[in-house]
């Protein structure tokens, strides 16, 4: 099943915080995040694996919990540059041989 | 140090015609992905292959569709008597190994069927 992202869109002005939610009915080994703006590939943001850690990356951040099946991403401070549509991809087996993404969630970063 | 290059990134092709995709991966990256993504979706995955070898196909339409990655040059992913439903954007990603590696995505493949 597709992972759950929450919310669907969000609008910041920039130097907001935001928090991304990604949900999913089955466990997961690790959970990835992608950042996508329009027309381009999906470029990669980092990768959690299971034993609820939590990493960061400049101002982005995320944490993973495996018993609730769910990770979030911090966006801290944000910038213009943060625009775009994020995607979770979640991994239940650990060989990330098949990712299924999220619907999305689509950030705009305003002045 | 390139990335993970696709060819062409624009293809125009006629109901009932074939379409070839192509993907280097990047250097160093024995494993490839193909995802599809329709306008405002997210990413469908579709096969993941390594070198002469089909690991999971299970997102794979059973029929019109197929992948290879050739010992020497390029995957390919090719559809046959392409259907209007099949206008999409195609992406191929590359890893180092697999597991939970990166994936890293090229610049995609935009397939419009007339």
């Known amino acids: 099943q597709q992972p759950v992202q929450s919310p669907q869109a969000v609008i910041l002005r920039e130097g907001e915080d935001a928090v991304i939610n990604c949900s999913s009915s089955?466990?997961?080994?690790?959970v990835h995040w992608y950042r996508q703006k329009h027309g381009e590939a999906p470029v990669f943001l980092m990768i959690?694996?299971?034993?609820?850690e939590q990493k960061g990356h400049e101002k982005i951040s995320a944490s993973f919990n495996e018993k609730k099946q769910q990770s979030s991403l911090y966006l801290t401070a944000s910038q213009l540059s943060y625009s775009g549509t994020y995607f979770c991809g979640t991994d239940p087996t650990g060989t990330a041989s098949k990712l299924t993404f999220g619907t999305g969630t689509r950030l705009q970063v305003t002045l | 140090n390139a990335g993970v290059m696709q060819n062409p990134r624009h293809l125009v092709r006629r109901r009932g015609q074939e379409a070839r995709l192509r993907c280097s991966p990047m250097?160093?990256?024995?494993?490839v992905y193909w995802y599809r993504q329709l306008p405002e979706e997210g990413l469908k995955f579709m096969v993941y292959?390594?070198?002469?070898?089909?690991?999971?196909e299970s997102g794979m339409p059973k029929e019109r569709f197929s992948a290879e990655f050739p010992k020497e040059g390029p995957s390919i992913l090719r559809i046959q008597q392409v259907v209007r439903g099949d206008s999409a954007a195609y992406f191929c990603?590359?890893?180092?190994?697999?597991?939970?590696?990166?994936?890293?995505f090229g610049p995609g493949t935009r397939l419009t069927v007339t």
């Open positions: 292959l390594q070198k002469e070898n089909i690991i999971d």
């Open positions: 990603a590359s890893s180092l190994a697999g597991g939970p590696y990166e994936q890293y």
């Open positions: 959690l694996l299971k034993g609820g």
């Open positions: 250097k160093g990256h024995s494993h």
């Open positions: 089955k466990a997961l080994y690790s």
